[in-house]
């Protein structure tokens, strides 16, 4: 059954305090968050360079929980979501580079340029991508889970889809599985509010995602998803049920996506003011930025000097993009199948 | 006087054995009464009285093999005037159909007309084969049961292959392919899935991306459709988005195409529609052999390998080599029988009646080549360009529909390869273009069948 829902205000709720965590950790959240900002801008940049093609969806605004959920993480655990993936690839350590070549299409990029915007993969990051069938992440991470469980590793299986992906029915499929075999998994639902122009009350007759385990019996928990530290605290807490053998847990992360859907949706199914409102009060980065100063983490000069660590690094990458040429074409035919002993 | 006759327990039951009596000569029985136990080859089933009456007489004894169905079994003086112990309903006993979705008073005459039992004979023209190890023992076994046996061996050896699916465990499978594979693997690697293919394919793909190597059955093929987007977009596309990073070591199999009476969503054959995709493997193996030796080569295949098998086939027995090692290359035809006049390409069930054809045609002085195909894609067609290079003429067979189908794809090969070899336009027989009807004539109708390949073989060969 649905657990007590957490207070979801925007304030500094978590039970983490800076001095448990520490400065320097604290600091590695803003700047990994801050990575994926700069790196989603110029990946739209790129984009209106006609350097990437076709579909794009950038995580600006939503960077707080690829982040929170990243830092709670064991090795070996493993990641999956679907193609607003970006953020995740950087959560998880890939190489800003290959992920940006990716993009363009280049023989650099991390699936050579085969995959691009929303089938990448990192066998070393355990990054299960990167798909771009709504709703396919939730049986492919169960399916993780449930290799966990079969290899009794402790390793979690933490399965990422959105808000209009909670409506596919093989999401309903998987939760029955997992709760039926006490799989680990914890599934991360990042609620931005549309599906790409139909909002949540438009599409879903109980709105509340963090509810939908729980014909299942599946936990769920609301989670401020603007919130770094919210973030973390409550993953921090599902990941503890799933690998203790509780089976799967809910995390319904409320979130707001600043761009449209992707790169060519003009989204004009919500206001300017709307978006405005969320950047102004609610954004992730500033938020922790203000409260780093404030609580004397760190100085103005600090945050500056990781300004432009990151803004280095995603000019490096997107050199690169540019720059790695694009794949053979010897390539066309390899990686279709495994080539295999017998 | 009333016959009380051998019931069919499912759509492709003819005969059974009779277990054991419940009752003795002079008993009284009423409706509803346990008179017999009867064993198929999937499944003891109890038979229920329908009539009232006294017995009169037991025409089988118990544990008699082999008792036809509507052959008389007992005799049952006075009472009402309905004349035979029927199946009971498939809800009070699951096990009558095998297929939970088939429910229904089981249909009696399974139309296993063109009579493969002779097929399965090795036909007279048939080449040495290469792939039995010298001097190794032959042992008659259904294809059910190689199947279980590559399965079995499969596990034994490799700790990460495990079974997944509907009824795969506490019943024994649904068409009792994974008999005793609980009771010797446990539960952790024969996983009894709830009704659920989208949701339990995709959960294969994710653990096959993992690294184990999962066995998928699906009850039959026809709710894989549920799952299909996981087999193509999840499975077959993945090492190759992945720039070679992520495998997908997964098989799907179970039951492919037509069984007997089980109308159009129950019958189809998706061997062109899975081999229609790059990254996918597709096996339709014919003979209990080539079952062994092709499902152990699909388990050890780091691919995702689409493996068709035929419920029709499942109870026929055939040789197979002993020991662990049969293991067959998948992408590689079978010349099952040699002849000089025509060429015929079939797979899985149809392999049976194209034998049956050239055994035909023989009486005819046509001497037919019967090429297997085994393996849908990759698709040998070295074998079968040779082939045509040598007899000049060419018949399909599939029991899918013709369109864009398998047989469109092989006269594709032989054109391009051996164009100038041909006399005559290939000819394709298939399923008629529509969806299987349920009336037994209509349904005979609509498949393929010996005759049809006699007709379409001596067709190219310009004989009437």
């Not at chain 2, 662990?324 to 049976?352: F, Q």
């Amino acid at each position: 059954m649905a657990r007590a829902k957490q207070a979801a205000k925007a304030g500094d709720s978590s039970a983490e305090t800076v001095e448990s965590l520490g400065k320097d950790r604290l600091l590695g959240f803003y700047r990994d968050m801050l990575l994926i900002r700069r790196f989603e801008e110029r990946a739209g940049q790129l984009y209106g360079m006609g350097l990437i093609g076709g579909f794009c969806h950038l995580y600006i605004g939503q960077e707080a929980i690829a982040v929170g959920v990243q830092s709670i993480q064991e090795k070996g655990d493993q990641v999956i979501t679907a193609y607003r993936d970006h953020g995740h690839m950087l959560a998880c350590g890939m190489d800003p580079k290959e992920v940006m070549a990716e993009l363009t299409g280049r023989a650099g990029g991390s699936s050579k340029g085969k995959g691009g915007s929303m089938h990448m993969f990192s066998r070393e990051a355990e990054f299960y991508g990167g798909h771009g069938i709504v709703g396919a992440p939730a049986p492919l991470g169960t399916g993780l889970a449930l290799a966990n469980r079969y290899r009794e590793n402790g390793k979690v299986a933490f399965t990422y889809f959105g808000d209009g992906a909670a409506n596919q029915g093989q999401v309903y499929e998987s939760f029955n599985m997992a709760a039926l075999w006490k799989l680990p998994v914890v599934y991360v639902i990042e609620n931005n509010q549309y599906a790409m122009g139909t909002s949540l009350e438009r599409s879903s007759s109980e709105t509340h995602m963090y509810k939908r385990g729980a014909s299942f019996r599946i936990p769920g928990e609301e989670v401020d998803g603007m919130d770094v530290l919210a973030v973390r605290d409550a993953a921090k807490r599902a990941a503890a049920h799933a690998r203790n053998g509780d089976g799967p847990f809910i995390l319904e992360m409320k979130t707001y996506r600043y761009r449209g859907h992707s790169m060519s949706d003009p989204a004009k199914y919500r206001t300017r003011e709307e978006v405005d409102e969320v950047r102004k009060t609610r954004d992730p980065i500033e938020h922790l930025r203000e409260r780093l100063e404030r609580e004397g983490v760190a100085d103005d000069a600090a945050l500056k000097a990781i300004d432009a660590e990151v803004k280095r690094i995603v000019a490096d990458a997107a050199e690169f993009a540019r720059t790695s040429p694009e794949p053979d074409l010897s390539e066309l035919y390899t990686e279709v199948y495994v080539e295999a002993p017998q | 006087m009333t016959d009380i006759l051998m019931p069919a327990l499912s759509p492709t039951m003819e005969e059974g054995t009779l277990a054991k009596w419940h009752v003795k000569v002079g008993d009284t029985v009423a409706s509803g009464d346990v008179i017999a136990e009867i064993e198929t080859d999937k499944a003891t089933m109890e038979v229920e009285a329908v009539d009232e009456g006294v017995i009169e007489e037991l025409l089988v004894e118990a544990g008699a093999e082999g008792v036809k169905v509507n052959a008389p079994i007992a005799r049952l003086s006075g009472g009402a005037a309905a004349t035979k112990a029927e199946s009971p309903q498939a809800p009070e006993a699951p096990e009558a159909s095998g297929d939970p979705e088939k429910k229904g008073p089981a249909e009696a005459k399974a139309e296993q007309s063109e009579g493969e039992g002779p097929a399965a004979v090795r036909p007279a023209k048939a080449p040495t084969d290469p792939e039995i190890p010298a001097g190794a023992k032959l042992v008659k076994t259904t294809v059910r049961d190689a199947l279980r046996d590559a399965m079995a061996e499969e596990m034994r050896r490799d700790e990460t292959v495990f079974l997944m699916g509907e009824e795969v465990g506490q019943y024994q499978g649904a068409y009792k392919v994974s008999r005793g594979l609980l009771e010797e693997f446990g539960e952790r690697r024969v996983i009894d899935t709830p009704i659920t293919e989208h949701g339990f394919a995709g959960l294969g793909v994710g653990a096959a991306m993992a690294g184990l190597k999962p066995i998928v059955e699906f009850m039959t093929w026809n709710f894989a459709m549920q799952a299909i987007d996981h087999i193509i977009n999840s499975a077959a596309k993945t090492h190759y988005m992945s720039g070679g990073q992520i495998t997908t070591p997964v098989v799907f199999r179970g039951p492919n195409g037509a069984a007997a009476r089980v109308a159009a969503q129950h019958s189809q054959d998706f061997a062109a529609w899975y081999a229609h995709v790059p990254g996918l493997k597709v096996v339709a193996p014919y003979d209990a052999a080539d079952a062994k030796g092709l499902l152990k080569a699909a388990i050890r295949d780091p691919n995702p390998v689409v493996f068709l098998e035929h419920e029709m086939l499942y109870g026929q027995e055939f040789d197979v080599p002993e020991g662990e090692d049969y293991v067959l290359p998948i992408g590689v035809a079978k010349v099952r029988r040699t002849g000089a006049d025509v060429t015929i390409t079939a797979y899985s069930r149809m392999v049976g009646l194209a034998l049956k054809a050239a055994e035909e045609l023989a009486a005819e002085g046509i001497e037919a080549e019967v090429v297997d195909l085994r393996t849908i894609r990759p698709l040998d067609h070295d074998t079968v360009v040779e082939s045509v290079r040598k007899t000049h003429r060419l018949v399909t067979v599939e029991e899918g529909w013709g369109p864009m189908g398998v047989g469109a794809e092989v006269i594709a090969r032989v054109i391009e390869h051996a164009f100038d070899y041909l006399d005559a336009p290939p000819a394709r027989v298939c399923q008629e273009d529509v969806p299987l009807p349920y009336a037994a004539n209509l349904e005979a109708a609509s498949l393929p069948s010996v005759e049809k390949i006699v007709k379409a073989a001596k067709a190219v060969c310009y004989r009437s």
